[in-house]
């Protein structure tokens, strides 16, 4: 079966600081993969996407990027974080076939940026 | 672009009886996926229910059921025999039948905070 993991789960960076959230899938290959943010309260917002290795979709404007340097895994980074990138955030993946359409998350990454 | 809308922030209910949670969409395509998410206090994103837009007939899981009015735009979830652990904020989502590059994305509405009374 399938299984999604990212890590950290939980840290507190201060500002200005680097950051690289990381997600790997199991169990599939060729997946679709998404990072999705969670500000407090609120609803989820797309980051990024990515089709294949190598290849990212920025949904927004940001202080973030995304790296897809393997089939399954994909990396949330920063080179100096800011407060307003403080938030919950989602690895999401889905497989390309049509019969099984379905987006699965992981346990998601609480940032605290101080 | 599609939008989905969730009106109503916060809902509450009996233990053991039935809510249903209301969402509607906006689309131009034909060919699409209607979900609802629930989480919890874990924050982890759990999927409650799938409905495939060819799909006249209703998705139903164990307790959980949605009315799926196509014409209407409408895709609402009812709880039923309500229980403690269904406390959480759920999420209305759709995604395009598509699913090749932006179109595979899930576009969620900004999700009901549903609690539960003992």
């Known amino acids: 079966s399938q299984t999604i993991h990212q890590w950290p789960a939980t840290l507190v960076q201060p500002v200005g600081s680097p950051l690289s959230l990381e997600c790997t899938v199991e169990g599939t290959s060729n997946p679709n993969l998404y990072w999705y943010r969670q500000a407090a309260g609120r609803g989820l917002q797309l980051l990024f996407y990515?089709?294949?290795?190598?290849?990212i979709s920025s949904e927004v404007p940001q202080n973030l990027s995304a790296s897809r340097p393997q089939d399954r895994q994909f990396i949330l980074s920063s080179k100096k974080l800011l407060l307003s990138d403080s938030g919950f955030y989602l690895c999401?993946?889905?497989?390309?076939?049509?019969?099984?359409?379905?987006?699965?998350f992981g346990e998601g990454s609480w940032l605290t940026v101080v | 672009a599609q939008t989905v809308t969730q009106s109503q922030p916060e809902m509450s209910v009996q233990e053991a009886e039935t809510v249903t949670l209301s969402c509607t969409y906006d689309t131009s395509e034909s060919d699409y996926y209607l979900f609802w998410y629930k989480q919890p206090p874990s924050r982890q994103m759990i999927l409650v229910i799938r409905q495939e837009a060819y799909k006249q007939q209703n998705a139903t899981e164990n307790r959980f059921s949605v009315n799926f009015q196509k014409a209407a735009k409408s895709f609402s979830l009812k709880i039923s025999d309500s229980q403690l652990g269904d406390a959480a904020m759920y999420f209305c989502a759709y995604r395009s039948g598509s699913v090749t590059g932006a179109n595979s994305k899930l576009t969620f509405g900004k999700g009901i905070t549903l609690s539960v009374r003992p």
């Open positions: 990515s089709v294949g290795i190598g290849q």
């Open positions: 999401a993946w889905t497989s390309v076939d049509r019969t099984r359409n379905t987006i699965y």
